[in-house]
């Protein structure tokens, strides 16, 4: 009984023309979608070492350290929560995330671009703990985004 109603899976999609601006995709088991859209713009975060700039720009390493920060995950969850649908602890819901990759500079092709900012993204967040401990602490990087983004380009997996 207590399976009757979950969150089945999560689609985030981060903008590119409002690059602070996260929508949710959220489907339950019996069909329904709801649609979500939080700012993380007001994120506080420190200045980006220059060795975590994507191409010599600030503006998309600023935004993947605010996804990846604790408060971004915390986010998430209160506007999850708002739908009142049960997370399940036996199906735990899949996440997707969707980086739009127009208007940067990257120093990949254009051909590539998506998977490697896709490759950042989905680096960044876990895709099957949601509303675990683990899905609450921020990636620990210990490479660039960069380096995390070629990687993907590649199909390896960052080692957590």
């Not at 620990?140 to 997996?157: C, P, Q, V, W, Y």
Request: proline share 5%.
């Amino acid at each position: 009984m207590a399976d009757i109603h979950y969150i089945r899976e999560i689609l985030m999609i981060c903008h590119v023309n409002k690059l602070n601006t996260l929508s949710l995709i959220v489907r339950d088991n019996l069909g329904e979608q709801f649609v979500i859209n939080f700012n993380i713009q007001k994120i506080a975060i420190k200045k980006v070492p220059p060795k975590l700039r994507i191409g010599g720009d600030t503006a998309l390493a600023e935004f993947f350290m605010r996804l990846n920060s604790q408060e971004c995950r915390l986010l998430f969850m209160r506007h999850l929560s708002a739908l009142k649908i049960p997370l399940s602890a036996t199906i735990l819901p899949r996440l997707h995330i969707w980086v739009n990759g127009a208007n940067y500079n990257l120093p990949v092709t254009p051909k590539f671009q998506q998977n490697y900012l896709n490759g950042i993204a989905n680096t960044l967040w876990p895709h099957n703990s949601i509303g675990t401990r683990e899905h609450l602490k921020p990636f620990h990087l210990n490479r660039t985004f960069d380096e995390i983004g070629k990687a993907s380009m590649h199909g390896k997996k960052e080692q957590i």
